[in-house]
């Protein structure tokens, strides 16, 4: 395209060159909202707001306050650019450690998680959301072992890694967990 290429053209290339990084400082936004003043709290003008954006760009990406949540939620286990990937059967290795990592390492992501645990006991819809995601996470982590979905030792690694988590969030130490030996000590290995 020339320099003379009309203004609306250049316009939607700028637009469609910053979609990630501001579908990012939405999510990141909505988390920061999420982790320190709950769910409750979690509004579309207050997002729109901290990410520094007007609400119609929020409701482009994110319609509806579930549509946020469910991209949380999906951010939470597998990063900005490790959910692509996952949607579209990409289960790499390197993919699998980052996303176990984050269930185990990451504080923002996990208190965002223990508080959507939290409202969800008395919000069905949002229950059955965090079942959902709960229950792709331990798929894609049973495809990564080789396991079967639904395998007990793999739900059972997962929820220990989720209990690892929930210490870091109370814990001002570094992170120690050795995520491979704890695979390992419920029979757990790469094919």
Known sequence: MTAAAPKAIKERRKASAS??????????????IMRTEGLKRLTQPRVAAAAGIRQSHLTYYFPKKADLIVALLSDHTHGEDG??????????????????????????RISFFLNLIVEAENEPALRHMVHEHMTAFDAVVARAYGRE???????????????????????????????DGLARRFGLERP
């Not at 990084?21 to 939405?26: F, K």
């Not at 979905?149 to 209990?163: N, Q, Y």
């Open 19 to 32: 979609e990630p990084s501001l579908r990012a400082r939405i999510l990141d936004a909505a988390l920061e």
């Open 149 to 179: 979905v639904g395998d007990p030792d793999i739900e059972a690694f997962v929820d220990s890694l989720r209990g690892c988590g929930m210490k870091q969030v109370l814990n001002d130490a570094a992170p120690t967990l050795d995520i």
């Open 83 to 108: 959910h692509a990937k996952a949607e579209h059967g990409h289960h790499d290795p390197e993919h699998i450690d980052a996303a176990l990592e984050l269930v185990a390492f990451d504080r923002r």
